[in-house]
């Protein structure tokens, strides 16, 4: 069956250290795959967009890589803040079908 | 300003008594959607529309209908609605990008509905 996972529900780590969470997916094969932060009681904000033939993409403290071999991937804050507390999702275009996102990884960064 | 409205913001009513959240967008996407949350089940999609007149089932259709009509407007009709239906409503927007697939989606705020 397919499915789509994010590494852990919760996760804590100290401010300034670097945050990484998993996006594992299993029978799609998504053309592209999406990174969004939500706060509670909010719509998801869109962070990143990689595509299935980049390996890695950049926008300022975030990095997400894309690994369709091993239908992984990896969403990364370096120096993390506490206002990057948030849940994370991430979300597979199944290209001309429907987009099914994870079920989020709620990150909290201790001061 | 771009952005995805809907509304209501919040709506409490009974079972069995029709309603629509509307949803609209000011940024000429073509691609529209519909997300209902939930916890523990995440965020999944309802129906999703390509452009206008086009509509296609997502995860979770059943008890709910869309129209895409217009290009800026795609709102959700629960028929006849069920204490099941009871969640967090997102609608989303996106432009395509050449080729194939989806842009950045921008979220509506959120309808809270309650079905009592």
Redesign the interface.
Known sequence: SQKIEQNSEALNIQEGKTATLTCNYTNYSPAYLQWYRQDPGRGPVFLLLIRENEKEKRKERLKVTFDTTLKQSLFHITASQPADSATYLCALDRVGQNFVFGPGTRLSVLP | EAQ?TQNPRYLITVTGKKLTVTCSQNMNHEYM?W?RQDP??????IY?SMNVEVT????VPEGYKVSRKEKRNFPLILESPSPNQTSLY?C?SSSR?AG???????????TRLTVL
Not at chain 2, 40 to 45: E, P, V
Not at chain 2, 56 to 59: A, F, I, L, M, R
């Open positions: 995805v959607s997300y523990g089940l995440g965020l999944r999609q999703y296609d089932k997502g995860d997102f989303a990008l194939r697939g989806t842009d950045t989606q921008y979220f509506g705020p959120g």
